[in-house]
């Protein structure tokens, strides 16, 4: 079993849709991240978060420690948001990075 | 350009050549990550550098691969005699150092071994 799982692995979805990618790990973390990669293989942190929900734009991460799940929403998805969305905790003293393996998404026009 | 910059983008070699991979920092970052990332995967932690002192190593990091960061600027991956198996991108990402920093990616090199 992966230390952090994703779910879904693939998402299709309409313009203007809600999106909610999921995310479980089983170890103790410092902090939870979600990234967005494109084609080509840039890596943009879009959250860091240990506790409770942060919002930037349409864009929501949510956090429950005690159940060791994390939440991605997108609100109003626009095809431009295609992308991979990858989850990632950081821990030990190096604070180095263990992903899930991604979540391709797709948003048709 | 302040963000993490990495050389060469791509690179293709034979099986058996070495090479060498550079990553240059954000300027006050002191912290230094290189992740390898396979087709269809999550990037994997390879090594970790504090300043010039390299602090961490996964078990991925066989024999073949050495990384260097001298002076604690810029930072080198090399790996020698390479496999087909190592075919993929190399990720460096630098953050500074306490409590809980972001990392920033640099663009990525995407090995291929023929």
């Known amino acids: 079993k992966n230390e952090v799982e994703q779910s879904p692995q693939n998402l299709t979805a309409q313009e203007g849709e809600f999106i909610t990618i999921n995310c479980s790990y089983s170890v103790g973390i410092s902090a939870l991240h979600w990234l967005q990669q494109h084609p080509g293989g840039g890596i943009v942190s879009l959250f860091m978060l240990s506790s409770g929900k942060k919002k930037h734009g349409r864009l929501i991460a949510t956090i429950n420690i005690q159940e060791k799940h994390s939440s991605l929403h997108i609100t109003a998805s626009h095809p431009r948001d295609s992308a991979v969305y990858i989850c990632?905790?950081?821990?030990?003293?190096?604070?180095?990075?263990?992903f899930g393996s991604g979540t391709q998404l797709t948003v048709l026009p | 350009d302040t963000g993490v910059s990495q050389n060469p983008r791509h690179k293709i070699t034979k099986r058996g050549q070495n090479v060498t991979f550079r990553c240059d920092p954000i300027?006050?970052?002191?912290?230094l990550y290189w992740y390898r990332q396979t087709l269809g995967q999550g990037p994997e932690f390879l090594t970790y550098?504090?300043?010039?002192?390299?602090?961490?190593k996964s078990r991925l990091l066989s024999d073949r691969f050495s990384a260097e960061r001298p002076k604690g600027s810029f930072s080198t991956l090399e790996i020698q005699r390479t496999e087909q198996g190592d075919s993929a991108m190399y990720l460096c990402a630098s953050s500074l150092s306490g409590g809980y920093n972001e990392q920033f990616f640099g663009p990525g090199t995407r090995l291929t071994v023929l």
């Open positions: 300027s006050e970052h002191n912290r």
């Open positions: 990632a905790v950081s821990s030990g003293s190096a604070r180095q990075l263990t």
């Open positions: 550098f504090q300043n010039e002192a390299q602090l961490e």
